[in-house]
């Protein structure tokens, strides 16, 4: 097999992947799919699941597993030639799609299907499979008129380059910007580790030719300058870098494109108005909830704002202690937003007299990874492992780890790859994505069928090792960064240990949008428990375990500020959710004063004018969160009470293998062959209740 994105019988071929093989991939594949597709339009034969259905999920298959290679080698490895080529063919695979979802033939043979008595026959799995079709098609607009078919199509390719674009601007901000100190004084606060990163990165750029400390936008470099850094100027200037990446406001050489996120953003608001308006929707956010739990725009708004008014007491509360700190301690008369960090840690030294950076000591790489892999071996009865080298795994960067996940008798469950540092040309922030989904193969040469394996994609942005008085130490992990890893561990455990067989409701396919961050955020909780903690902690030097004492601090401080960190997620999700309710994108009020309006009713800490938020917002201009970032919070709802039921079982007994079998066979076993709602009551026994969430955030009655 010459062009390696053309090969499906192994892993991907990563290392032999180059940027001339694309294109004439996709030819290949597209080519093959609409042969397909016209061969199961114009059988005469009444549609049935085998010779109808499944042949195109087959085709489908093969294209969207090579063209998520690429996707997935442009989030991590961009550079300019794979950009252009990307997204040169990303239009070729959106109108794909959007033809598919507006083919009134096949429409009508999936109306045909549902309607002939032999549906009941099929399993749960293919008759949701089938409901979730005929949903599909009428929000790709298979219903409408032909020439209104035509411009649908054209809003999902607009759309579709337009979010990439969004994407490209906040990466090449990311990286453009880049500031050089020269003077060590300046740097006071700052950890020692975060300093030596930085001298590295300084000796690597051959445009610097004395010594020094090169700091970025990257979180890694960013975040500790924030909370550490004692030199307010040096706050001040990375901070305002930041917030206005991608903006009007950028720092851009002269001559550079322009890279400003605005316009794309009034763009995308227009599109999906008027998509919505052909769709004889009243706004954009019924489209979005219409393939999710919540069943209408007000439902979620009366939900995050009964939600904001619990958090905003303790909000305000956090505000005025900070406030308070900072003037007396601090000798801030005023609180900047690139204070805020600062001031917050130093307080928490404080009140609880631990830092950050001291718990970071305590979180090498090489046990924290260990100790999640034991939490998960222990909660669902798997092993897990490393791939051995001689096995020749080809990955994308030679940081990247790959691991296996077996049963108790050994038997393949799933695999991963685990890729954790961040580097430029790859995109900001932490996620999960499919690599190949579990499903069930005929296999006619030996006469039987083959359950294919899922593999994932477990990508974060963390510091690197850093060499360290001549010694490489590993990386080091924030507990907060700790708590994402977890939390993307969920969602691959979720695609990962699926027993759906069907691709279309295999793992988190066919899950409700905003229940997909169940099993991720009930991950999350583990990060709390001593039982947990005290096996995946050795002090970077010493390599003593956490002591219990450092870890009762760490949890008397758990809620440090929960108040001010809820009511955040609420503001993005008011804002995200306005703007595609009663948000008019023709209108004379523009993105940033309906951004003003909502943080003027809800918020405590109201940014400076230059703060551009909307213009980096990628979950929902290029993450598929559009009207749907309330779902981390809804999602939370429902993972905080899963897990309470783990907490039933008693103090250091939360990590129980009986309720983690309960968990893995009625939460991430059916993937999306049932309504999420089903799953939790059959998981939790009754329907979710607020109660836990409020409990695990200190702001219980």
Known sequence: MKNPLLDFSTLPRYEEIRNEHITPAMDELLRDCRAVVNRVKNATESPDWQDFVQPVVDANERLSRAWGQIAHLNAVMNNPELREIYNANLPRITQYYAELSQDPVLFEKFRQLRADPAFNDLSQARRKIVDNQLRDFHLGGAELPLEDKARFMQIQEELSALSSKFNDNLLDATNAFSLFIENRDELAGIPE??????????????????????????????????????????????????????????????????RDNMPLIEKMLRLRQEEARLLSYDCYAQVSLTPKMAETPQQVLDFLNELAAKARPYAERD??????????????????????????????????????????????????????????????????????????????????????????????????????????????GAWMDDAITRRKIEVPEIGRSEIQAPVAYLTCNFSAPVTIDGQLRPALFTHDEVITLFHEFGHGLHHLLTRMDELGVSGINGVEWDAVELPSQFME?????????????????????????????????????????????????????????????????????????????????????FNRFPDSFGHIFAGGYAAGYYSYKWAEVLSADAYSLFEENGAGQVVSAKTGERFWHEILAVGGSRPALESFIAFRGREPKIDALLRHHGMAA
């Open 193 to 258: 580790d975060v300093l030596q990163a930085a001298r590295e990165a300084a000796t690597k750029d051959t445009s610097i030719t004395v010594p020094g400390w090169k700091f970025t936008l990257h979180a890694p470099s960013y975040l500790p300058v924030m909370q550490y850094a004692d030199n307010r100027s040096l706050r001040e200037r990375m901070y305002r870098a930041y917030v206005t990446r991608a903006s009007e406001l950028e720092a851009v050489p002269e001559q550079t494109v322009n």
């Open 525 to 609: 909780n583990f990060c709390w428990e001593w039982e947990v903690l005290r096996g995946m902690t050795a002090h970077v030097e010493t390599g003593n375990p956490l002591p219990r004492a450092l870890f009762d601090k760490m949890l008397a401080a758990k809620n440090f500020q929960s108040g001010l960190q809820t009511l955040r997620q609420i503001e993005f999700a008011l804002f995200d959710m306005h703007l595609h309710t009663d948000f008019d994108p023709q209108g004379s009020e523009t993105v940033l004063q309906r951004l003003d309006k909502i943080r003027q009713r809800v918020a405590v800490i109201i940014p400076p004018a």
């Open 319 to 428: 505000l005025a202690e900070l406030q308070q700190f900072a003037a007396d301690k601090l000798k801030l008369d005023r609180l900047e937003m690139w204070d805020i960090a600062y001031a917050s840690e130093k307080l928490r030294i404080e009140r609880y007299a631990f830092s950050e950076q001291e718990v970071k000591q305590y979180f090498p790489e090489n046990k924290v990874l260990p100790g999640m892999f034991r939490l998960v071996e222990t909660l669902y009865g798997i092993r897990i492992s490393e791939a051995e080298p001689a096995r020749n795994i080809q990955c994308w960067h030679p940081d990247v780890k790959f691991f296996d996940i077996a049963d108790a008798n050994g038997n393949l469950l799933g695999q991963f790859y685990l890729d954790l540092y961040a580097r430029p040309g790859k995109r900001g």
